[in-house]
Protein backbone atom coordinates (compact mmCIF):
# COMPACT_ATOMS: atom_id res chain seq x y z
CA UNK A 1 0.00 0.00 0.00
CA UNK A 2 1.91 3.17 -1.19
CA UNK A 3 1.51 5.91 1.74
CA UNK A 4 2.73 9.79 1.46
CA UNK A 5 3.00 10.98 4.24
CA UNK A 6 3.81 15.26 4.77
CA UNK A 7 4.90 17.15 7.68
CA UNK A 8 6.23 20.16 8.86
CA UNK A 9 3.34 23.06 7.98
CA UNK A 10 2.19 25.25 10.36
CA UNK A 11 1.63 29.31 10.79
CA UNK A 12 4.50 31.45 10.12
CA UNK A 13 4.77 35.39 9.49
CA UNK A 14 5.45 36.80 6.03
CA UNK A 15 8.80 36.64 5.36
CA UNK A 16 9.27 33.11 7.21
CA UNK A 17 10.19 30.08 6.19
CA UNK A 18 9.25 26.49 6.63
CA UNK A 19 10.51 22.91 5.37
CA UNK A 20 7.99 20.49 4.26
CA UNK A 21 8.98 16.55 4.43
CA UNK A 22 6.86 14.46 2.45
CA UNK A 23 7.60 10.37 3.47
CA UNK A 24 6.77 7.79 0.98
CA UNK A 25 6.59 3.83 1.34
CA UNK A 26 5.38 1.28 -0.39
CA UNK A 27 6.33 2.01 -3.88
CA UNK A 28 9.53 2.15 -5.55
CA UNK A 29 10.75 5.29 -5.08
CA UNK A 30 13.55 6.51 -6.82
CA UNK A 31 11.35 5.97 -10.01
CA UNK A 32 8.98 8.28 -9.19
CA UNK A 33 8.82 11.74 -9.93
CA UNK A 34 7.55 13.79 -6.96
CA UNK A 35 6.05 17.15 -6.82
CA UNK A 36 3.87 19.85 -4.74
CA UNK A 37 0.65 20.63 -5.27
CA UNK A 38 -1.20 22.95 -2.81
CA UNK A 39 -5.05 24.04 -2.30
CA UNK A 40 -6.04 27.15 -0.67
CA UNK A 41 -9.82 27.52 0.26
CA UNK A 42 -12.17 27.52 -2.49
CA UNK A 43 -9.21 27.79 -5.61
CA UNK A 44 -8.18 24.60 -7.72
CA UNK A 45 -5.43 22.65 -6.26
CA UNK A 46 -2.33 24.13 -7.83
CA UNK A 47 1.40 23.27 -8.95
CA UNK A 48 3.86 24.46 -6.84
CA UNK A 49 7.40 22.04 -7.46
CA UNK A 50 8.49 18.97 -9.10
CA UNK A 51 11.26 17.18 -9.29
CA UNK A 52 12.41 13.90 -11.43
CA UNK A 53 13.68 10.67 -10.37
CA UNK A 54 16.42 11.19 -12.21
CA UNK A 55 17.01 14.14 -11.29
CA UNK A 56 17.90 17.40 -13.21
CA UNK A 57 16.25 21.00 -13.04
CA UNK A 58 13.09 21.06 -11.16
CA UNK A 59 10.09 22.74 -12.31
CA UNK A 60 8.44 25.24 -10.63
CA UNK A 61 5.30 27.46 -10.99
CA UNK A 62 6.11 31.59 -11.19
CA UNK A 63 4.62 32.03 -7.96
CA UNK A 64 7.35 30.34 -5.89
CA UNK A 65 10.39 30.74 -8.46
CA UNK A 66 13.37 31.98 -6.39
CA UNK A 67 11.63 31.38 -3.27
CA UNK A 68 10.78 27.62 -2.62
CA UNK A 69 13.00 24.78 -3.55
CA UNK A 70 12.40 21.00 -3.87
CA UNK A 71 15.12 18.12 -3.33
CA UNK A 72 14.82 14.53 -2.47
CA UNK A 73 16.57 11.98 -1.07
CA UNK A 74 16.28 8.88 -2.64
CA UNK A 75 17.90 6.75 0.01
CA UNK A 76 15.40 7.77 2.79
CA UNK A 77 12.94 7.88 0.35
CA UNK A 78 11.89 11.60 1.15
CA UNK A 79 11.02 14.59 -0.85
CA UNK A 80 11.41 18.15 0.50
CA UNK A 81 10.22 21.67 -0.28
CA UNK A 82 11.83 24.38 1.49
CA UNK A 83 9.95 27.62 1.22
CA UNK A 84 11.41 30.96 2.00
CA UNK A 85 10.36 34.38 2.25
CA UNK A 86 6.75 33.36 2.76
CA UNK A 87 3.83 35.78 1.85
CA UNK A 88 0.14 35.57 3.05
CA UNK A 89 -0.96 34.44 -0.29
CA UNK A 90 0.72 30.71 -0.03
CA UNK A 91 -1.28 29.69 2.40
CA UNK A 92 -2.81 26.99 1.36
CA UNK A 93 -2.86 22.49 2.45
CA UNK A 94 0.57 21.28 0.95
CA UNK A 95 0.04 17.98 -0.68
CA UNK A 96 3.07 15.86 -1.79
CA UNK A 97 1.98 13.41 -5.20
CA UNK A 98 3.95 10.69 -6.90
CA UNK A 99 4.43 10.69 -10.62
CA UNK A 100 4.98 7.03 -12.74
CA UNK A 101 5.55 9.28 -15.79
CA UNK A 102 8.64 8.56 -17.58
CA UNK A 103 8.40 12.67 -18.25
CA UNK A 104 8.46 15.12 -15.59
CA UNK A 105 4.57 16.78 -15.52
CA UNK A 106 3.16 19.72 -13.87
CA UNK A 107 -0.23 18.47 -14.10
CA UNK A 108 -2.24 17.07 -11.08
CA UNK A 109 -3.54 14.30 -13.17
CA UNK A 110 -0.18 12.94 -13.90
CA UNK A 111 0.64 12.23 -10.44
CA UNK A 112 -1.03 8.61 -9.03
CA UNK A 113 -0.43 8.86 -5.58
CA UNK A 114 -1.07 11.87 -3.43
CA UNK A 115 -0.37 12.86 0.58
CA UNK A 116 -3.35 13.88 3.17
CA UNK A 117 -1.60 17.17 3.28
CA UNK A 118 -0.10 19.83 5.16
CA UNK A 119 -1.35 23.16 6.59
CA UNK A 120 0.45 26.03 5.69
CA UNK A 121 -0.34 29.84 6.94
CA UNK A 122 1.31 32.68 6.51
CA UNK A 123 0.51 35.86 8.66
CA UNK A 124 0.38 39.38 7.29
Known amino acids: QVQLVESGGGLVQAGGSLRLTCLASGLSFSTYNMGWFRQAPGKEREFVAAISWVGGTPYYADSVKGRFAISRDNAKNTVYLQMNSLKPEDTAVYYC?????????????????WGQGTQVTVSS
Open 97 to 113: AASPEVRLTTLKYDYAY
